[in-house]
C-alpha cells in the first residue's frame, strides 16, 4: 500500500454537475447553447460587451444557493484529514470547493464572486449585475468592469504556483474534467513525467483518459468519496 504525501487533485465542471450546475461540453452544456468566442474570449467582450454581461450574470444567478455535493465534501474532509499536503487546481469558477470547505484552492480560471476592472485591474466582490454603467469602485470609471475569470487566449492564473505543485507531487487525481481545454489538460502528463501515480475520476474517460494509470468512471458524488475516504 503506498503512502503518499502531496496530492494535486484538478477538477473541472462535471465535479459541480451533480449540485445542479452546466457542464460545458456534455451534449446539454454551455457551449451547446453559446458559442465560447462570443462569451468567453476578449474579442467577444469588446465586440458584444452586453451578451457577455448577460452570458455572466445569468450563470452568477444560476449558481445562487447551489450547495456543493459529496465530492466536494470529501475533498475538504481528505484536506483536513491527510497528514501530508492537498491542493486542488481548479477550473471551476463557481465557488463550491470553498463552501464545502477546502482551503488550499487554486482558482486557475478565476472565479464568479470575484469582478475585474478591465481599465485598472482593480479587482471588487461582484455583488451586483454587471454592465458598462457599473463604475470601477477602484477607478470610479465606468465600462471596464468584467468578470473575473480567464477567457480563451488568456493567461491562467498562478500557473508558478500549479507548476511548483506538479513538480512535488506523488498523486495527482483529475476529477470532472473533459481534458480539452489547456493548459490544465496537459498537467496529468507533468505530473507521470515526475513519477506520480495519475487517476482520472470521471463519469467516463476524458479526452486524456489514456494518460492515466489507473482510471475510476462514475458520477463523482459515489467515485469520489470511494477512492478519497
Ligand atoms: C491559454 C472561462 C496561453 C471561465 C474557460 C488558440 C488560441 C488561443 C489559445 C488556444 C488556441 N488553441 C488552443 C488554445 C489553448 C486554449 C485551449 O485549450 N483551447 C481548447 C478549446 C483547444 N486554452 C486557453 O486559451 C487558456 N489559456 O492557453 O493561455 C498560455 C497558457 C499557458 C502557457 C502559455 C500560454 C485559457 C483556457 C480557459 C478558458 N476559460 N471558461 C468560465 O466561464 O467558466 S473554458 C471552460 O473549459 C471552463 O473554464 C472549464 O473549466 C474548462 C474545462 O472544461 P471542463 O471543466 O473539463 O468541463 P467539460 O464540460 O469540458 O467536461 C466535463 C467533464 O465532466 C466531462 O468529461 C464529463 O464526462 C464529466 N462529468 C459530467 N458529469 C459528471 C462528470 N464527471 C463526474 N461526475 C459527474 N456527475
Redesign the pocket.
Known amino acids: 500500500m503506498t503512502v503518499y504525501q502531496r496530492i494535486v487533485i484538478l477538477t473541472?465542471?462535471?465535479?459541480s454537475?451533480?449540485s445542479g450546475l452546466s457542464?460545458?461540453?456534455?451534449k446539454d452544456?454551455i457551449w451547446a447553447r453559446y458559442d465560447y468566442r462570443d462569451v468567453?474570449t476578449p474579442e467577444g467582450f469588446a465586440r458584444n460587451p452586453s451578451l457577455v454581461y448577460d452570458f455572466y450574470n445569468q450563470r452568477r444567478r444560476d449558481g445562487m444557493g447551489v450547495q456543493p455535493n459529496a465530492a466536494h465534501r470529501a475533498l475538504a474532509k481528505l484536506e483536513d484529514a491527510f497528514p501530508g499536503d492537498v491542493v486542488i487546481v481548479t477550473?471551476?469558477?463557481d465557488g463550491l470547493h470553498e463552501a464545502a470547505g477546502s482551503r488550499n484552492l487554486i482558482h486557475m480560471?478565476?472565479q464568479m464572486a470575484q469582478a475585474l476592472c478591465a481599465l485598472c485591474n482593480a479587482r471588487s466582490p461582484w455583488v451586483e449585475d454587471l454592465s458598462a454603467d457599473l463604475a470601477c469602485s477602484a477607478c470610479a470609471t465606468p465600462g471596464g468592469m468584467r468578470p473575473d475569470?480567464?477567457?480563451?487566449?488568456?493567461?491562467?492564473y498562478d500557473?508558478d504556483r500549479i507548476a511548483a505543485a506538479l513538480s512535488s507531487c506523488d498523486l495527482f487525481i483529475s476529477i470532472?474534467?473533459?481534458g480539452?481545454?489547456?493548459?490544465?489538460a496537459g498537467f496529468v502528463a507533468a505530473a507521470r513525467d515526475i513519477g506520480a501515480h495519475t487517476v482520472e475520476l470521471?463519469?467516463?474517460p476524458?479526452e486524456g483518459a489514456s494518460l492515466f494509470a489507473e482510471h475510476v468512471h462514475g458520477?463523482?458524488t459515489e467515485v469520489v468519496p470511494a477512492y478519497v475516504d
Open positions: 473541472g465542471a462535471g465535479l454537475a451533480e457542464t460545458f461540453r456534455d452544456g468567453a477550473q471551476n469558477i480560471h478565476g475569470v480567464v477567457w480563451f487566449g488568456e493567461m491562467p500557473l470532472g474534467t473533459s480539452n481545454v489547456y493548459p490544465a470521471n463519469l467516463e476524458s458520477p463523482a
